[in-house]
């Protein structure tokens, strides 16, 4: 297979590869078109532009995830606002809303947060990458409010055909990884036979979510063609022009790729 997929979702941050990072960055320099490491704190968006200067292949995202900003201060997003104008760091993410867990942050402080952030992408004229678990109702009443102006994907895309139908009027991508590939996920294979090829991007969301056939073990950007593999299946499409197509997608929203 001659085209290579674009990971536009993976965590290299995470203590699952403290092991051998660098020995999978040198693998996937070979196996990958490229790929974005988006940040959850200040820690994670730190370590995102480390590896963005490092290796050419990645890139980086800078911000505060739901599940985090209970820690977040307001100099925190002065912060993300300095780390923006690198030239590698891509979007503002990964950020959004998460009302899966009981004991994460209260809804009002999550929706602050994300509203502050999705503000200075705004300002900075960056696409963001959306987080959104269980909370499809508040993230669409957010984006139908404070979305003017806004570009992004919403990753790991869970929610409906119908809302998908509502974030694509808005102009937003969505993103397919591992989950795509599960026996029980037809809810999002609707939407991945739906969505128009020119809004689809492929990830991992490495190293979680694990595709079929290797769920349960620890997820790699290099499985990205699995997925993309998978989708090919699901829409009954060729493999390599669909890789092509998701590749320029992602070049097109995060414009900052070369």
Not at 136 to 150: A, P, R, S, T, V
């Given at each position: 297979m001659s085209a290579k997929v674009f990971d536009s979702h993976a965590h290299m941050d995470s203590d699952y590869f403290d092991a051998d990072r660098e020995e999978v960055f040198a693998k996937l320099r070979q196996e990958i078109a490229g790929m974005i490491n988006?940040?959850?704190?200040?820690?994670?968006?730190?370590?995102?532009?480390?590896?963005?200067?490092?290796?050419?292949?990645?890139?980086?995202?800078?911000?505060?995830?739901?599940?985090?900003?209970?820690r977040m201060q307001d100099d925190d997003l002065k912060k993300l606002e300095e780390w923006s104008k690198h030239p590698k760091?891509?979007?503002?993410?990964?950020?959004?809303?998460d009302?899966?867990?009981?004991?994460?942050a209260p809804r009002d402080l999550q929706k602050k947060r994300f509203i502050e952030q999705l503000d200075l992408a705004r300002r900075v004229d960056l696409p963001v990458i959306i987080h959104d678990r269980d909370a499809?109702?508040?993230?669409?009443?957010?984006?139908?409010?404070?979305?003017?102006?806004?570009r992004g994907v919403f990753h790991c895309y869970s929610g409906s055909v119908e809302t998908a139908k509502e974030l694509l009027k808005m102009g937003f991508y969505l993103g397919f990884g591992g989950s795509s590939t599960f026996k029980n996920a037809e809810k999002v294979r609707s939407v991945l036979k739906y969505v128009p090829e020119d809004r689809i991007l492929f990830e991992t969301d490495s190293p979680y979510l694990t595709p079929v056939p290797y769920r349960g073990k620890r997820n790699n950007p290099a499985y990205t063609l699995l997925v993309a593999k998978n989708a090919a299946l699901v829409r009954n499409t060729d493999v390599e022009n669909l890789i092509e197509k998701s590749t320029e997608n992602v070049k097109k929203l995060f414009s900052k790729i070369s």
């Open positions: 988006p940040g959850c704190d200040n820690e994670t968006s730190f370590k995102a532009i480390t590896y963005a200067e490092t290796y050419d292949f990645v890139y980086a995202a800078v911000g505060w995830h739901p599940e985090e900003v209970l760091v891509v979007a503002i993410g990964e950020i959004g809303l009302y899966y867990y009981d004991d994460c499809h109702g508040d993230m669409l009443d957010i984006f139908h409010n404070e979305g003017k102006g806004l």
